[in-house]
């Protein structure tokens, strides 16, 4: 359910495309314009800039088996550069309103789970593999086949907990919701603030930010959310500049008064030059003969797994919000979606980067009136932009940006209404799936939870036919995930 109204220009008819650019994108098809599309790409880029300087910090923290360490720069520039390229791609293949980047919990799986017992060429070998598998479930039909056994409802589920799981993302990356420093100790894992208050101007940037961009939001006023995230960094900008709050680590020592990720300041120098030197360093052979083939074998299988439904999610969650599904639940050019995909996958494996995967902060440009890949031309080209602009990535604060995730998570949280919780046979996998993501931080674990307990629930009942075939094998596939560990063990 967007947010964005009619634009006062000249309305869009379907039936006549302006031009032959119109015509492609289908934005007048989809009921949009350019200037919701631009919109829409700039919200999406300013809640997903954090990642050029994130995912650098995730894989340049961790040594892989000979000790060696990933240079931050030459990691950055390379995060920069599959990500705005994909997304392009993803506007021009797939014309979805979908961006792509390194994934979070993807990359640390890389860092420090298969590095450490490798080289990260040998590593970043195994996800190309795994991206090039991925391509050929999509090219074969057999991933949009899976897709589309899915029953809708549950598709609907996945949307909503994708929504929570984006809420609860921001919550923690503002720092309003934390860890209870004794969670070992009580029964309280999580708290509100520091020790129960809002005591740090950060966490006060965020409230502020949020309560500002929901009046926006009730005021239908156009660009409520990018508004949002621009006031929400003025401010930050103000408060550092007056306060001096300083980062959330200070000489590797904890300051739970500071700021998540960014300082945001001015940087003394806006251009910079990209270090492209991690670009086809990869191997996709020397992890089999130094790990064995175990190791590798069940590092590709999570992969895949994760990658594969991670997806299937976004897809869902993103049309959903925008109103672009048919009545299966399924996207438009649905193929070239989950191809362009497998695509970033191995695409991050060559430039170093760990696999490149959709990402639901797309859905903040689809709040804003994004509908086709015009959006993924702005969001990509800025992504490139900040090869070369990279100081101008670190002003946004997590506190700004995180406004953003959480407005979407409650847009997408609307759509539980359509969901039948008196039918226990579907209503029990959607609260499973739903509430797992959150819960574990993993799409993937609610994807999972719900398809095994929807079979389940359905061979108890005694409605074996009612469960499409491939809906067997992928709940097979999901035992298997979820008892990966156990495996490894006995096989080891």
Known sequence: MAIAP??????????????????????????????????????????????????PLILGGAADGDGKKLSIP???????????????????????????????????LVAFEIAPQMTWADAMGLVVIEGVLIAILVLTGLRTAVFRSVPTQLKTAIGVGIGLFLTIIGLVDAGFVRRVPDAANTT??????????????PMLVFVVGLLVTLVLVVRRVRGAIL??????????????????????????????HGWSLNVPKLPERIVDIPDLSLLGNFNVLGSWSRAGWLIP?????????????DTMGTMVAIGQEGDMLDEQGTPPRAKEILLVDSIAAAAGG???????????????????????????????GLFLLAMFLSPLSTVIPFEAASTALVVVGFLMMTAVRTIDWTDYEIAIPAFLTITLMPFT??????????????????????????????LYAVAVLFVLYFLRGPIESALA
Not at 77 to 104: N, Q, S
Not at 227 to 249: H, M, N, Q, R, Y
């Open 441 to 470: 931080y993993s799409i993937s674990n609610g994807i999972g939870a719900g398809i095994i307990s929807y079979v389940l629930l359905k061979l108890a009942k005694g409605k074996a036919r009612e469960i499409h075939p491939l």
């Open 6 to 55: 009619p634009d006062n220009g000249i309305p869009s008819d379907p039936a006549h495309p302006r031009n032959g650019f119109d015509r492609f994108f289908e934005i007048s098809a989809r009921g949009s314009t350019m200037s919701r599309e631009v919109r829409g790409g700039l919200a999406t880029f300013f809640t997903m800039a954090y990642i050029v300087v994130l995912n």
């Open 188 to 201: 309280v894992p999580v708290g509100l603030g520091i020790n129960g208050k809002i005591v740090s101007w």
């Open 74 to 108: 030459a990691l950055a520039a390379a995060t920069a550069l599959v990500a705005g390229l994909m997304t392009i791609l993803m506007g021009v293949v797939g014309r979805f309103p979908m961006a792509l980047a390194a994934g979070l919990g993807v990359n640390a």
């Open 227 to 256: 508004i949002g995230i621009l006031a929400s960094t003025a401010l930050a900008i103000i408060v550092e500049a007056v306060a001096k709050v300083g980062p959330s680590f200070v000489d590797g020592k904890p300051n739970p």
């Open 350 to 380: 060559a430039a170093s980067v760990s696999s490149n995967t959709s990402y639901i902060e797309s859905a903040s440009g689809v709040a804003e009136g994004a509908r086709t890949g015009v959006a993924n031309l702005v969001a990509g």
């Open 297 to 309: 074998l069940m590092f590709v299988f999570t992969l895949l797994i994760t990658d594969f439904f």
